[in-house]
C-alpha cells in the first residue's frame, strides 16, 4: 500500500526567511510525486511535480522540491517566504507499478499549514 | 474554461436520506478522483475512475457509490447518509498517466444531520 506522511501539522516562518514543509512517501514501484497549495475554501492548486531526472524540481510561487529516492523524501522548500504563502500544503504520492494493486492512485497527506508571519 | 465543476456546493441531509454529487471536466480527461477532506485527515481517496466505465475503491469507500457512465461525469452517490458523512468532497481528474497533475474542483461541503 502506498502512504505518505507529513509530520508537521503546522510551519511558522518569519516573512523573508527561508522555508521547508516536510513530506515523506512509501511505495511500492517509482514514486510519482506532487505537491498542492490550498487556500481557504478553494480547491486545490498544483504546485509543482517530480517524476523522474532531476532530483531538484521548480514550480509556481518561487517553491521547489527535492526528492531523495534513499531517504524516501520530498520536501518543498522556498529560500524567501511571503506572507501571502500562508496557505495548508498537500503532497501527494502516484505509484507507477503497474503490477500493484494501488497502480494509478493518486495518495495524499494530512497537509501541513504554513503560517508566515510578517 | 471551466475546468472542474461540482454540484452543489452545499448541502444538508437528514440522516438516511440518499443524493447524488455530481462532477463534471470539460478537459477530456481519462482519470477521475472523488476525495473527502476532514480535519487533520488530509484528503482521502473514496472511490477513482480510470476511464468511461470503469470505477475503482480508494481508501475509504464504504457507504459510497459511484458511476462513470460518461467520460465528463464522475457522480458520487450516497446511499443513506450518516453523520459521519459530514465533510468536504472534492472531485479531481487528470490526463492519463502517472506522471500527470491532477485538477480540483471547488468542493461540495456536505452536513448530515
Known amino acids: 500500500a502506498q502512504s505518505v506522511a507529513q509530520p508537521e501539522d503546522q510551519v511558522n516562518v518569519a516573512e523573508g526567511n527561508p522555508l521547508t514543509v516536510k513530506c515523506t512517501y512509501s511505495v511500492s514501484g517509482n514514486p510519482y510525486l506532487f505537491w498542492y497549495v490550498q487556500y481557504p475554501n478553494r480547491g486545490l492548486q498544483f504546485l509543482l511535480k517530480?517524476?523522474?531526472?532531476?532530483?531538484l524540481v521548480k514550480g509556481s510561487y518561487g517553491f521547489e522540491a527535492e526528492f531523495n529516492k534513499s531517504q524516501t523524501s520530498f520536501h518543498l522548500k522556498k529560500p524567501s517566504a511571503l506572507v501571502s504563502d500562508s496557505a495548508l500544503y498537500f503532497c501527494a504520492v502516484r505509484n507507477g507499478d503497474r503490477t500493484s494493486g494501488g497502480y494509478n492512485k493518486l495518495i495524499f497527506g494530512a497537509g501541513t499549514r504554513l503560517a508566515v508571519h510578517p | 474554461n471551466a475546468g472542474v465543476t461540482q454540484t452543489p456546493k452545499f448541502r444538508v441531509l437528514k440522516t438516511g436520506q440518499s443524493m447524488t454529487l455530481l462532477c463534471a471536466q470539460d478537459?477530456?480527461?481519462?482519470?477521475m478522483y472523488w476525495y473527502r477532506q476532514d480535519p487533520g485527515m488530509g484528503l482521502r481517496l473514496i472511490h477513482y475512475s480510470v476511464g468511461e466505465g470503469t470505477t475503482a475503491k480508494g481508501e475509504v469507500p464504504d457507504g459510497y457509490n459511484v458511476s462513470r457512465l460518461k467520460k465528463q461525469n464522475f457522480l458520487l452517490g450516497l446511499e443513506s447518509a450518516a453523520p459521519s458523512q459530514t465533510s468536504v468532497y472534492f472531485c479531481?481528474?487528470?490526463?492519463?498517466?502517472?506522471?500527470?497533475?491532477?485538477?480540483f474542483g471547488q468542493g461540495t461541503r456536505l452536513t448530515v444531520v
Open positions: 478537459m477530456n480527461h481519462e482519470y
Open positions: 479531481a481528474s487528470s490526463y492519463q498517466g502517472v506522471g500527470t497533475e491532477a485538477f
Open positions: 517530480y517524476i523522474t531526472g532531476d532530483n
